[in-house]
């Protein structure tokens, strides 16, 4: 339904088990499906890094140690990459936050 009307999702998640205490496994599997983007930043779920682990063909161990600045992204049509995160303070205008706060 969602690709049906040109809408473009992007998923980001710690844990698959925060979904599923929300919508139930069969509701999560059917958002992550219809995601174009997936970005998995880390954590320590188990389950949730054993699926990252088999989408990006790594073992679990290796998304559960994974680096703090790296992050996982799904994209639909590509391979599964790990990237660097982005750093907000980077940005030019970080320093104009403290001004609307």
Same mark, same amino acid.
């Given at each position: 339904m969602i690709r049906s009307r040109e809408i473009s999702v992007s998923l980001i998640i710690h844990s698959l088990s925060q979904l599923e205490s929300l919508y139930g496994h069969a509701k999560v599997m059917t958002i992550i499906n219809n995601a174009d983007n997936l970005l998995y930043l880390g954590g320590q779920d188990v389950e949730t890094a054993r699926y990252i682990g088999i989408k990006a063909n790594e073992p679990t161990y290796s998304i559960l140690n994974m680096s %703090?600045? +790296?992050?996982?992204?799904?994209?639909?049509?590509r391979m599964p990459r790990?990237?660097? !995160? *982005? =750093? %907000? !303070?980077?940005? =030019?205008? *970080? +320093?104009?936050? =403290? !001004?609307i706060a």
């Open positions: %703090l600045p +790296k992050a996982w992204l799904f994209t639909r049509g790990e990237v660097e !995160k *982005y =750093d %907000l !303070k980077e940005h =030019d205008k *970080y +320093k104009e936050l =403290d !001004k």
